[in-house]
């Protein structure tokens, strides 16, 4: 079992930058790819960008490439997502989750929702126009 909890989201303006983080525990930090998705109101949840078990691995969604970065810090379980140039229609609840990747895979990165086995509760992030 992993726990994942997500941290740093908050109400921003358009344009603004914010970090989030995603503290995982539980199990072997190292061994999972890990990934970010999103949820707005009335929309389904979306990938936004994902990156492998050894960090040397990234992808990212379109909408976001060029202003999100994804990063690893496997020493303290956490995976971060900087998100820069902040747009309104960034405002979702973003949640972060995690895939048992084996040795084998070690740059793969996944996009898909169903292939993460893990999930935190979500951090809301909100940013005004």
């Known amino acids: 079992q992993v726990q994942l909890v997500e941290s740093g989201g908050g109400l921003v303006q358009t344009g603004d930058s914010l970090r989030l983080s995603c503290a995982a525990s539980g199990r072997t930090f190292s061994n999972y790819a890990m990934g970010w998705f999103r949820q707005a109101p009335g929309k389904e949840r979306e990938f936004v960008s994902a990156?492998?078990?050894?960090?040397?691995?990234?992808d990212y969604a379109d909408s976001v490439k060029g202003r999100f970065t994804i990063s690893r810090d496997n020493a303290k379980n956490t995976v971060y997502v900087q998100m820069a140039s902040l747009k309104p229609e960034d405002t979702a609840v973003y949640y972060c989750?995690?895939?048992?990747?084996?040795?084998?895979?070690?740059?793969?990165?996944?996009?898909?929702?169903?292939?993460?086995?893990?999930w935190g509760q979500g951090t809301q992030v909100t940013v005004s126009s």
């Open positions: 990156i492998s078990r050894s960090g040397g691995g990234t």
């Open positions: 989750a995690a895939h048992y990747s084996p040795p084998s895979n070690t740059g793969r990165t996944y996009i898909n929702a169903y292939e993460y086995d893990y």
